[in-house]
Structure formats: structure tokens, C-alpha cells
């Protein structure tokens, strides 16, 4: 895939659009159901993002587990909680919190600009999946087994804690 | 124009701080969730960018953000497993209202 094609800057704003558009619309959005259903578009946007950036075992997964498993849970939390009817409040940080953000916003974009980062170093395998195949079942075997066992022990206590007495 | 790796990475930046923003400023506890999602999600994107330019032969930065997914998969079921046990005894998940470790 070239990148200098026009489609892929013009995918790369739309993509970009829906995810920030998606993640405004979980902050500033007033209905607790809406910023749910704004999460999940943020979420596809972000697949199609992963998709430009050549990564699709990584985009197939951020549909079924973000935009499929997780925005599911939420909704859930949300239905289960009835403080549908109190929207999505505000709380007294509203606006130092705004500040912050702005600070820290300009302050990453003046790092990650000014920054000349190490690029070139090498071709892009044409087949991702049996790459990370090789890495994840090679020199990251072990954190693969601990973040299975950490699956577990949220399953369990994610049981523990939210069942009736 | 061409699409480089800085517009992935001010794309992260961007999504971190409305993540950040809506964390910190948020009543609802599934709100502030939602927002750590999204500042995952923002870490994911530089993650992801900056292993297709900086070790695209072994990807690291992809195997990184998987390992990302899924602890973030754990932690949500965890968080929405606490906010439903705070719902259930104190009836309220608005963040400033629950308060049983304040001083």
C-alpha cells in the first residue's frame, strides 16, 4: 500500500473525524446511552485507523473486543445503574480540568513535533499475523501466560464482586 | 498531502486529552471508565504508529498494545464489576459522592 495515495490521507481525516468526533461525544454529550453509542463509533474509527497503519490482526481485534465485548459491558453498567435519567454530569473540575487538558495537549504536540524520530529500518513484513505469531509465542511467552492468567483472576473477581450477597 | 507519522501521533495526543479531560471532569463512575477506554485507545494509536516506523520487522509495538487490550479488557471488567457493587450498596456512582475514604 503507498501511502502518498490521496484515499489514504483522505481516510486517514475521516477515520481521524469519527474517533475524535466519537470521544467528544463521550465527554460532551449529555445522554449517558448517546456516550456509549459515541464510545463505539470512536471505536471504529480506531479500527480503520489500525487499518492504515497496516496493523489488521490488531483492527479485527479492536472490533471484537472494543467496539463488540467491551462497549457491550458498558452498556450493561449503564442499564444496570438507572442514572440514566441524572445525564452525564459535570463535576466542580470542569474547568481546571479543560486547562489541564489544554496544557497538556499543546505540550505533547510541541514534543511529538519537535522530536526527529528513528525511521527506516527496514521493510514492513508483508504478512502481520505470523509475525506476531513468532513474537508473542516466542520472546513474549511468559507475559502472554501471565496476561492469561490475569484474565482469569478478573473473570473471578470481577464475579466476586459484582454478585448479590 | 502525504500522511506521516506525526499525524498518527498528534491523533493520539489529541484522543489522550479529551480522554484525560473527560476522566477528570466527569461525575459518572461508567463516564470516567468510558474515558480511561479512550486514553488506552490513544496509547494504542502511538504504539501502534511508531512500531511501522521505528521496528517494523519484529512489531513490537503491536504485540505491546494486544498485551494493552487485554489488560484493558480485565481492568474494565473489574471497574464495572466495583461500580455495580458501589450502586448496589450506596444506591449513587456519582465519583464526587462516594466517599466512604475521604477525610
Known amino acids: 500500500m503507498n501511502t502518498n495515495e490521496p484515499a489514504v490521507t483522505i481516510a486517514f481525516y475521516v477515520f481521524s473525524a469519527l474517533t475524535l468526533g466519537g470521544a467528544a461525544g463521550v465527554v460532551f454529550g449529555r445522554n449517558m446511552f448517546h456516550a456509549a453509542l459515541f464510545l463505539v463509533a470512536s471505536f471504529f474509527g480506531l479500527a480503520g485507523i489500525y487499518v492504515l497503519l497496516q496493523a489488521d490482526f490488531l483492527a479485527v481485534v479492536q472490533v ?37 487538558g489544554v496544557l497538556l495537549l499543546l505540550g505533547l504536540l510541541f514534543v511529538l513535533t519537535g522530536t526527529q524520530w528513528y525511521t527506516g529500518m527496514g521493510p514492513y513484513p508483508a504478512d502481520t499475523v505470523s509475525t506476531l505469531a513468532r513474537q508473542i509465542f516466542g520472546p513474549w511467552v511468559l507475559p502472554f501466560e501471565v496476561a492469561s492468567v490475569l484474565l482469569l483472576a478478573a473473570l473471578v473477581g470481577a464475579i466476586i464482586i459484582a454478585r448479590e450477597e | 498531502m502525504a500522511i506521516t507519522l506525526n499525524h498518527y501521533l498528534v491523533l493520539s495526543a489529541a484522543l489522550f486529552t479529551i480522554g484525560l479531560y473527560g476522566a477528570l471532569a466527569k461525575r459518572n463512575a461508567v463516564t470516567i471508565l468510558m ?27 503491536q504485540v505491546f498494545a494486544l498485551f494493552v487490550i487485554t489488560v484493558a479488557a480485565a481492568e474494565v471488567a473489574v471497574g464495572l464489576a466495583i461500580v455495580l457493587a458501589v450502586y448496589r450498596q450506596r444506591r449513587t456512582i456519582d465519583a464526587t459522592e462516594i466517599d466512604l475514604l475521604k477525610w
Open chain 1, 64 to 100: 471484537l473486543i472494543y467496539a463488540g465485548a467491551i462497549s457491550i459491558l458498558v452498556v450493561f453498567a449503564i442499564m444496570l445503574t438507572r442514572q440514566v435519567e441524572r445525564g452525564n454530569e459535570w463535576n466542580q473540575l470542569r474547568g481546571p480540568g479543560l486547562l489541564l
Open chain 2, 35 to 61: 474515558c480511561l477506554e479512550l486514553m488506552f485507545n490513544a496509547a494504542n494509536i502511538a504504539f501502534v504508529a511508531l512500531t511501522r516506523a521505528v521496528a517494523p520487522q519484529v512489531l513490537t509495538g
